[in-house]
């Protein structure tokens, strides 16, 4: 539909998906009728790592308001309750023939149900790395109330930068951009912990120690040298 030229905005959903994929090439597991699936056809005038920002801190955003459950973002883009996994989120991006900025918006959200009825018999491990909304809040939610909620916090960030990067004078000061990684940056439960970063085969350990303006995770290892982490998967050794 992105490459057809569709409308800026469009939003589609599902209520089921049976090949749903995640970072990293990984499988994204579903159960009909129970969670929040939805992909939004964006064209950003602005850096993709605002969209990773963006989409992140509505998902958030719309935990608390909708289920007054407090909620953390894991580098760069994982959302978790209680360390555990509720919410992933996929952006990919291309140009189309005019060198326009397509960008697909993927979100997938534990909603309702148990993680011990929505996983695959292989996927025992994911009964401690993972929830839903409805395990934190302990009652089912609206999936209708949290995609709305979801896509107005979605809205209003994507048409503030919008304006923003379309605007000489504001794009050079980029204050809503600088804002929104602010909240973003204060929301990520990943920061001063230990963490380890798989890159494939190579592990890199050290102290999350900050991120930078890209959104870049700032490691600082135990030799004293940082670096600068543009990918990779986090994990949390034990501390």
Known sequence: MAREGSDEGMVILTDNQIAGKGRLGRRWFDRAGCNVLSSTILWPCFPPYLLVMMASLAVVETIVEVCDVAATIKWPNDVLINDQKVAGILIETCYDPTGR???????????????????????????????????????????????????????????????????????????????IQERWR??????????????????????????????????????????????????????
């Open 101 to 179: 900025l397509v960008a697909i918006v993927g979100i997938g959200v534990n909603v309702n149900g148990h993680i011990s009825q929505l996983t695959q018999p292989e996927s025992i491990p994911l009964y401690t790395t993972a929830t839903t909304v409805e395990t934190a809040c302990g009652h089912p939610v609206s999936r209708e109330a949290f995609i709305a909620r979801l896509l107005h916090h979605l809205e209003e960030m994507y048409l503030t930068l919008q304006e923003e990067a379309r605007d000489p004078i504001t794009a050079q000061r980029g204050t809503a951009a600088r804002l």
């Open 186 to 239: 204060s929301q990520l439960s990943t920061l001063g912990r230990t963490v380890e970063v798989h890159q494939g085969d190579q592990v890199l350990t050290g102290i999350a120690e900050d991120v930078n303006g890209n959104g870049e995770l700032l490691l600082r290892s135990y030799t004293g040298t940082r670096t600068r982490i543009t990918w990779g998967d986090i994990g949390y050794p034990t501390e």
